[in-house]
């Protein structure tokens, strides 16, 4: 059975940090591509971060570059996304997601697993 489960998130002040994790398991983690995605409240989801099986490449959204990192841990089949000098535009539920196949990917289209996402609040 399938699993992805996040955790990290929570409420946090404007210019704070926060690190997400999202935990694997039931399928060969370190085989497959893995990404952040995030949505606000009455926006459509939308792409944070992607990371290939091997760490040797990841990709970013505009809007998080240079603030946020996404990294993995294989040997755990663990995720991470380190969120730094957060903003109050970054406040939305963020979801982990996994996508077969060695190529980075922004479209959400290509994740098979997606788990049930956790909540970052960032306030003014």
């Known amino acids: 059975q399938v699993q992805l489960v996040e955790s990290g998130g929570a409420l946090v002040q404007a210019g704070g940090s926060l690190r997400l994790s999202c935990a694997a398991s039931?399928?060969?983690?370190?085989?497959?591509?893995m990404g952040w995605f995030r949505q606000a409240p009455g926006k459509e989801r939308e792409f944070v971060a992607a990371?290939?099986?091997?760490?040797?490449?990841?990709s970013y959204a505009d809007s998080v570059k240079g603030r946020f990192t996404i990294s993995r841990d294989n040997a755990k089949n663990t995720m991470f996304l380190q969120m730094n000098s957060l903003k109050p535009e970054d406040t939305a539920v963020y979801y982990c997601?996994?996508?077969?196949?060695?190529?980075?990917?922004?479209?959400?289209?290509?994740?098979?697993?997606w788990g049930q996402g956790t909540q970052v609040t960032v306030s003014s």
């Open positions: 990371i290939i099986w091997s760490s040797s490449s990841t």
């Open positions: 997601a996994a996508k077969s196949g060695y190529v980075l990917s922004p479209d959400s289209r290509r994740y098979a697993y």
């Open positions: 039931g399928f060969p983690f370190s085989l497959y591509g």
